[in-house]
């Protein structure tokens, strides 16, 4: 066996017999850390300390500080009673500090997101999706309050620990809290000087013979042999200073964060896009791959009547028959990682005022600039355009051929289709983000061991986007381009002679190469679009313990506790955009919430017989918002019960909602001359017989959405083309009638801490979220067929149609309540710290931690509309079902404590189940439905294999001031399963695979330096 594979099988085998997540150096016993960090030890994904923290907080007020996700509740041993996994730095560490969305994507409970991975207008975020129920369902807290859900602001450096809550949380924390909570808890109090830097970059072996195969036979110039590239540096300066015999804190950070791009031209899987089955374009049987989907045409394609044409290959005016031999191929220069500068610089500053009297206050700054840039060949299309049969840029055959007998006269020709493409052009994107946020909090003793709190908070988010060279997809204006006559010997628009559009500049598209660059200047263009988002949060919480009073239960030791909360949030949201983007929503938009919430935690029964422990807990919220006439009630219901010391059973109950906050303030997107399927009116009649009549549906078809009158004044409408599309205005965006969606989670679970297994703890939780009235976007293409085919009334109501003539006017696709969403499963993990000279195994061997997080999807189902299938998506991907949802995820770890250094080494194991294609589900609703030379079996892509990934990870403590790490992460450089795209529909993502599930970036190296001064 060679060294990979005996190294590959040995740590296989530790995996087996119990794995770890956090790679650590020195282990501690789960019980030590402090309350509130994973159930008093509870593991959860990397719930063990590693290497000694660069900068220790000062914390005089222990209880006060400690921060428990899921409670206001302030008690000195308070556990939760819903399932947490708590991610601690040293996992973070391991895993670049400047990429904390990276390492968040790896937990089974985090759906994985891209980071820097990829393009478009939308790119520049990270945001947190739990349970891949959206990521508007996750609440994100930050030191217990609320921020954007973008990770972006948060410093890598200074994070303590991450607490990831399963199951609705608002009556704790209010709205979005329905698929859980992410809790980032920051180190705030310092003294002295620290030191963090990284940098990393990545190393590839392109040797990937399939793609390089078909790469060259596409005429792809091949990548080098070994890539090493996109680097990121990371460097991070955190200071603090205890004043005045420590009564003021003051602590202060700056970090700066760089990432190099790396091109799709560089990495052997994403040389070229896959397709699947190109080459036999009668029969598609997906067995094949070849590089597609960066062809064109330089000579155009002009569709008249049945034939297709396209211009000369040596500039004349004149047309000839299509040859598909002239389509052309080019690299495509999209960006796998865009490059990335980020600032974030905040500080702290903690006081004692007076008696028991503290303020705490924080200020946070992020600013970053992403920029990416993609090699663009675009089509512009027109179909049924009317060309002028005098227009000056036709020679007198392609005049013959367009106009017939009317060539040279002022008529319209018959409807025709025109494509021209424009090569070796560049988009470039810049998106831009800035974010503060600011804090202040005062709290103290109210009497005995009832406490206070008074905070305010006030954040703001901007995200901005600007493209070049950006296509509009206005087929209109291209075909006014089109529409030209002389004037006084100047090829000017018909729309400019007319006035209706002054700006017009003619497209001379009957010679190869008249895509001028003025002309292309008035196609394209640049635009800009802007966001920004303000939050202000003004809290007063009441909390504490009434065992001092002698409220508590007579089989208890600990008295009840409670926590009462006010709170009033003010939401502003504005959106605008400029240039080409002008079409994006325009809104200003204000909301105002004023909230009563209170908890309760009951002990019932302690340190009796079968009765170690037994408590419930409780929880109610009252919100009050502008936005609605009646009240929004949220509660919770919660339980533990250990019948010995080291077993504990929970579970709990929470109806969580979700106010559509941004989805009701936003305004609407208006898109006039779409054209959607509609045949209730009578499509246009082929104009020669190549083509087949598409019927018009009978009245009795259509009376479900029309009346008899509305039918029979549609007879004479010729709006239609000949496939049934008929002109209308989409509507989306904001819906000012939005109701608040519901969720209800439950989850039961065993926590096991055995006295007898010195540093054993494991858990099983099972969870089960259902969200009713879920926020939807009509999916409008499926409107005709759900109404007229299947009377459904809800898919009626779409199609908005005038009282008189019954032509479609408006297509109704704003959010709405229509959706249902459920997705269950059971979480497991395992922590086992092992001293083995404890064991009598061996003397100074060192330390042994062994961590493990599962999740097991049982379900994964969404409903978009009443009285519609439910979609299955669990187990399967692509198609319907987009990116995999695998029913097993897990990341596992084994560390091991050197015995001759402060330092160790670890191994993690990430594992993502495999995924069948969905259109192979048992599902009819997803399933194929065989096509005429298709039978939809996809053997290239019908199941995606399990796959699992290795990192390696080293650190050692050289002395007290300076600590180095080193990791690797997919150790093996393993490529990912790979994606083609089908005949009608691109099953995979734009990388050629899932590459928030599979790393298409190769093997990754990281060094880096903790020093103190």
Not at 798 to 821: F, H, M, V
Request: charged share 20%; aromatic share 12%.
């Amino acid at each position: 066996m060679n060294l990979r594979g005996a190294l590959l099988t040995g740590v296989a085998t530790v995996f087996m017999s119990g794995s770890a997540l956090a790679q650590t150096t020195t282990p501690v016993d789960p019980a030590s850390l402090p309350a509130g960090a994973g159930e008093q030890g509870e593991p959860g994904a990397g719930a063990v300390a590693g290497v000694p923290e660069a900068v220790k907080p000062e914390d005089k007020k222990a209880a006060a500080d400690i921060i428990v996700t899921g409670t206001r509740i302030v008690r000195p041993n308070m556990t939760s009673n819903a399932p947490i996994t708590v991610i601690d730095e040293s996992f973070l560490r391991e895993r670049g500090l400047a990429r904390v969305e990276d390492a968040l994507s790896q937990i089974p409970q985090i759906t994985p997101m891209l980071g820097l991975q990829g393009n478009s207008w939308t790119s520049g975020r990270a945001n947190i999706n739990l349970r891949r129920l959206g990521a508007g369902r996750s609440l994100i807290l930050l030191n217990g309050q609320r921020m954007d859900n973008d990770v972006g602001i948060v410093p890598g450096a200074l994070i303590e620990r991450i607490d990831v809550l399963t199951g609705g949380a608002s009556a704790v924390y209010g709205s979005d809290a329905i698929a859980g909570v992410v809790n980032f808890i920051l180190k705030r109090r310092f003294n002295g000087l620290v030191l963090d830097a990284e940098a990393s970059g990545i190393q590839h072996h392109n040797d990937n013979k399939t793609m390089l195969r078909i790469g060259e036979a596409a005429g792809y110039p091949r990548p080098q042999e070994h890539f090493f590239g996109g680097g990121n540096f990371y460097a991070s300066l955190a200071a603090g200073k205890d004043l005045f015999d420590k009564r003021i804190n003051i602590s202060g950070f700056v970090t700066y964060k760089e990432a190099k791009p790396v091109r799709f031209s560089d990495i052997d899987t994403t040389l070229c896009p896959l397709r699947m089955n190109p080459i036999n374009p009668t029969r598609f049987t997906n067995d094949t791959y070849a590089c597609d989907a960066t062809e064109f045409n330089p000579y155009g394609y002009f569709g008249v009547g049945d034939n297709a044409y396209t211009n000369a290959r040596d500039g004349s005016r004149s047309w000839r028959t299509y040859d598909e031999t002239d389509i052309t191929r080019v690299p495509r220069q999209d960006f796998i990682q865009r490059s990335d500068r980020t600032i974030n610089a905040g500080g702290f500053v903690a006081a004692d005022l007076f008696a028991d009297v503290t303020f705490n206050g924080s200020f946070l700054y992020q600013h970053s600039k992403q920029n990416s840039q993609i090699a663009v060949t675009d089509a512009f299309y027109t179909g049924d355009v009317r060309i002028n049969c005098d227009n000056p840029f036709m020679s007198a055959q392609q005049a013959g051929i367009l106009c017939g007998t009317a060539a040279g006269t002022t008529a319209l020709a018959a409807p025709s289709t025109f494509v021209l493409w424009k090569d070796n052009f560049t988009q470039d994107m810049a998106p831009r983000t800035w974010n503060w946020r600011a804090s202040g909090a005062v709290s103290g003793t109210v009497i005995d061991s009832i406490r206070f709190e008074a905070s305010y908070l006030r954040t703001r988010d901007i995200f901005r986007n600007s493209t070049t060279n950006t296509y509009t997809y206005d087929f209109d204006q291209f075909a006014r381009s089109l529409q030209v006559r002389n004037v006084n010997g100047v090829p000017t628009c018909l729309s400019k002679i007319n006035g209706t559009d002054p700006n017009c500049v003619p497209v001379d598209a009957f010679r190869t190469g008249g895509l001028t660059d003025q002309a292309f200047s008035y196609l394209t263009g640049t635009g800009r679009s802007w966001q920004q988002n303000d939050l202000t949060v003004l809290m007063g919480v009441l909390s504490g313990t009434l065992g001092d009073y002698g409220i508590k239960s007579p089989f208890a030791t600990n008295g009840i506790g409670f926590a009462v909360v006010a709170e009033q949030r003010n939401v502003r949201s504005q959106s605008r955009g400029d240039g080409v983007w002008s079409v994006w929503t325009q809104f200003d938009g204000r909301a105002r919430v004023r909230e009563l919430a209170g908890e309760i935690d009951i002990p019932l029964i302690e340190n009796k017989p079968f009765f170690h422990e037994l408590s419930v807990n409780g929880g109610y919220r009252i919100s009050d918002y502008t936005t609605y006439d009646k009240l929004v009630h949220t509660w919770k219901v919660e339980s533990t019960w250990a019948p010995v010391e080291g077993l504990r059973f929970r579970g709990s109950y929470n109806r969580s909602l979700r106010v559509p906050v941004l989805e009701r303030l936003e305004g609407e997107n208006r898109y006039p001359n779409t054209f959607a399927t509609d045949l209730c009116a009578p499509p246009r009649q082929p104009t020669t017989g190549g083509q087949v009549a598409i019927q018009r549906y009978t009245f009795e078809q259509c009376s479900i959405g029309m009346t008899r009158a509305q039918y029979d004044a549609l007879t004479s409408y010729a709006g239609c083309n000949t496939s049934g599309q008929c002109p209308a205005i989409l509507i989306n965006g904001g819906n000012p009638n939005l109701q608040p969606e519901r969720g209800r989670s439950y989850t039961a679970g065993v926590v096991l801490q055995p006295r007898g297994v010195p540093g054993f703890s494991a858990t099983v939780d099972w969870y089960n979220i259902a969200i009713n009235g879920a926020f939807e976007w009509s999916r409008w293409g499926q409107a005709f067929d759900q109404c007229y085919n299947n009377k459904i009334e809800f898919w009626c109501g779409i199609y908005k149609r005038d009282p008189q003539t019954g032509q479609l006017l408006e297509i109704d696709a704003r959010y709405n309540n229509s959706g249902e969403t459920k997705t269950q499963g059971f979480d497991f993990s395992l922590n086992y710290n092992l001293d083995p000279q404890r064991l009598g195994i061996a003397e100074k061997a060192g330390t042994f931690a062994l961590n493990f997080n599962g999740t097991l999807a049982t379900k994964l189902t969404r409903q978009f509309a009443p009285n519609t299938p439910t979609w299955e998506c669990n187990g399967y991907h692509g198609f319907a079902c987009g990116e995999p949802s695998p029913k097993w995820r897990h990341v596992a770890g084994i560390n091991w404590a050197l015995p001759w250094v402060k330092g160790g080494l670890g191994f993690t194991w990430r594992y993502t189940g495999s995924t069948k294609v969905s259109k192979l589900s048992s599902d009819t609703i997803l399933r194929a439905t065989p096509r005429p030379n298709n039978p939809d079996t996809y053997p290239l892509i019908a199941k995606l294999p399990a796959f699992s990934y290795f990192d390696f990870a080293a650190n050692v403590a050289v002395n007290s001031h300076l600590d180095l790490r080193f990791n690797v992460q997919n150790l093996f450089d393993k490529d990912p399963p790979m994606i083609g795209w089908d005949e009608f529909y691109s099953i995979g993502q734009f990388q050629n695979t899932y590459s928030g599930y599979y790393t298409v970036r190769g093997r990754t190296l990281r060094v880096g330096l903790t020093a103190r001064f």
